[in-house]
């Protein structure tokens, strides 16, 4: 009598006993394919945990795990897409119209583009594993990144196979992605990590094996990771430098003063080992780097993980223009100072380039405060002595900075960013109409006009760009939200305005919530001292996806799919509490435009 592979109680013959059928994770009955690779669990839990697409098993990125669904973003809009008319297809690298031939052999590509990834690009298999036969574009892709043709992967179905490993490309292959925003499906970037670096505009590429990572007077940097830079593929230059941390205001001045901007790409090795950029690999680059610094830097670390820079700054003005008056190195002005929690976060900063958005969780930060990619810390070596590296040249295309004209109704003789006036009389008795009609017996004491020239300027520019989006002017209405027991001022005087970063999970998902009458935000108004106070804000809800509560929601589903990509409803919008709502999954598409103080 054999014995259970999983318990090892005896089976009666069978490989696993009925009690060990089930996943350990689901208890989902398993298939005789999933108890051959003795996991123990379902191929959609195998995938989960372990960062991969339930359904079509590629590697999920940062955002994708962030969303929570367990597939990448073409699975969940495959199965979120609703019927729709049938497009017609475009090709993914020229974009010309694939033939109704070119588009049956489901490759995405015209024959050019598939000929020329075919044969250029270094990684893809170009034949079967069991035949050796050369594949062909009738070999289904799915089939091929397995590295069987269609024949072979057909007769495998009724055998046992070992999961396929994914593809690691070489530095070389990543620069030709990189090039041309393509990358095959089951290619995974390895141990590949890169740095973004500005040149003078007459500098020769060939030049970078001569230097370093980084400038040589530096000994350490911050450098992307395998999954950072992946999350660069396909997008324009200065898409790329927003997402590392870059600041728009940097990257400007960089550019006008005629330089460009470079990616050195390297493969890590034992001495060029990164750790990533949190408190604790902060603490093994200063220890490895600077220990002399770190027998003073020690005694004030807790101190810095609990602080902000801003916070820091507070306790001692003056401690930045001590230091330019010493004329001497960071680390020397360190060295010579009272070794303060201060003097280490301006040592950091001036040193390590550990500026305000270094937050020691290890992620890189949007000007808009949405999180972006990994970063880690890196020696500063020689790339003479890197086995493998490469270079990309990221152009970057500067659009002038447009200036949107703000509403009629605002007191322009006002001074500063920010002004709270009073309304007129006329949109005084609007509004106080608009609160009385779902709050009959509301008593409105004060409306102010939140006039927030740098947050409007955002707010005008994405209303400019879902204009040109869809091609009309997108739908703009006034709703309501409350603060609930976050102050006003959070909000109109902030970068962000209305910031998802506070949000949390409600009827449909993690989102901000407007709502169309003012009885419902009612309830969430911040109170202050007996006053209650809530917004009337501006709010672009576009095309608005109409949906019964759902909290799985991550992101307005697909709408349909057009030359220009994949193309998503801009809001979602429901009804609960006897009013109408909307909801945004994303900032800058909603302005505070009046904040009202009312009694009841």
């Known amino acids: 009598m054999s014995s259970c592979l999983r318990c090892g109680c005896p089976s009666s013959g069978q490989v696993v006993c009925k009690l060990c059928e089930a996943c350990a994770s689901c208890s989902k009955t398993l298939t005789p394919q999933e108890i051959s690779f003795r996991t123990w669990l379902c191929n959609a839990c195998y995938n989960k945990r372990n960062g991969l697409c339930t359904d079509c098993s590629t590697a999920l990125t940062p955002p994708e795990l962030q969303y929570g669904s367990g597939m990448c973003n073409k699975c969940y809009d495959k199965a979120n897409l609703k019927k729709t008319k049938k497009q017609t297809a475009a090709c993914a690298s020229c974009k010309n119209t694939l033939t109704a ?72 292959a990543l620069v030709y992605y990189l090039e041309t925003g393509l990358m095959p499906h089951g290619c995974r970037i390895g141990n590949i990590y890169g740095r973004f670096q500005a040149y003078p505009s007459n500098w020769d590429a060939s030049n970078v094996s001569k230097g370093c990572i980084l400038p040589i007077d530096r000994p350490t940097t911050f450098v992307l990771g395998p999954d950072g830079i992946e999350a660069l593929i396909g997008k324009r230059g200065f898409d790329m430098l927003m997402a590392v941390g870059l600041t728009k205001k940097h990257v400007t001045s960089v550019v006008q003063r005629n330089k460009k901007y470079g990616l050195v790409l390297f493969e890590a090795q034992h001495d060029v080992q990164p750790v990533p950029a949190d408190w604790c690999g902060l603490e093994a680059i200063v220890q490895t780097h600077y220990p002399f610094v770190w027998k003073y830097l020690q005694q004030t670390f807790p101190l810095l993980k609990r602080l902000s820079y801003k916070q820091l700054l507070q306790t001692g003005k003056n401690t930045t223009e001590k230091w330019r008056a010493l004329g001497c190195s960071p680390t020397v002005a360190f060295l010579r100072s009272d070794h303060t929690a201060l003097d280490a976060r301006i040592w950091l900063a001036s040193e390590l380039f550990c500026c305000e958005p270094y937050s020691g969780d290890g992620w890189t930060y949007t000007d808009n405060g949405e999180r972006g990619v990994r970063e880690y810390f890196s020696s500063n070596i020689s790339l003479k002595q890197i086995k493998s590296w490469g270079f990309v040249d990221i152009p970057v295309e500067l659009t002038a900075n447009k200036m949107y004209p703000v509403p009629t109704s605002w007191d322009t003789k006002l001074s500063g960013n920010l002004n709270l006036p009073l309304v007129s009389n006329d949109e005084l008795q609007k509004i106080v109409a608009r609160v009385r009609e779902t709050i009959p017996n509301a008593k409105v004491t004060k409306v102010q006009r939140v006039q927030n020239e740098l947050l409007y300027q955002k707010y005008a520019h994405e209303k400019e760009q879902l204009k040109q989006w869809h091609g009309k002017e997108p739908k703009e209405i006034f709703l309501f939200h409350g603060t609930s ?81 994949v193309v998503r409803y801009d809001s979602v919008t429901g009804v609960t509490g006897g009013s109408r709502v909307y909801m945004l999954y994303c900032n800058g598409r909603a302005y505070p435009g009046y904040l009202i103080s009312y009694t009841c």
Not at 119 to 141: A, E, Y
């Open 101 to 172: 031939k070119e588009e049956s052999f489901k490759t995405g590509l015209c024959d050019l583009c598939f000929d020329k990834l075919s044969k250029h690009v270094p990684g893809l298999p170009d034949s079967c594993s069991k035949c050796d036969t050369q594949f062909t574009k009738s070999d289904d892709t799915k089939h091929t990144l397995r590295g069987l043709c269609n024949s072979c992967s057909d007769s495998a179905l009724h055998t046992v196979l070992p999961r396929p490993a994914p593809t690691t490309i070489t530095v070389d």
């Open 485 to 565: 027991g976050a102050s006003p001022d959070l909000v109109y005087n902030s970068e962000a305005g209305f910031d998802m970063r506070f949000c949390t999970s409600g009827m449909w998902g993690v989102a901000t919530y407007f709502a169309m009458n003012a009885s419902y935000s009612q309830g969430y108004s911040f109170n202050n001292g007996g006053t209650l106070q809530m917004f009337l804000a501006s709010v672009l809800v576009g095309d608005a996806y109409d949906t019964p509560s759902d909290g799985t929601i991550r992101m307005p589903p697909v709408k349909t799919t057009s030359s220009k990509g």
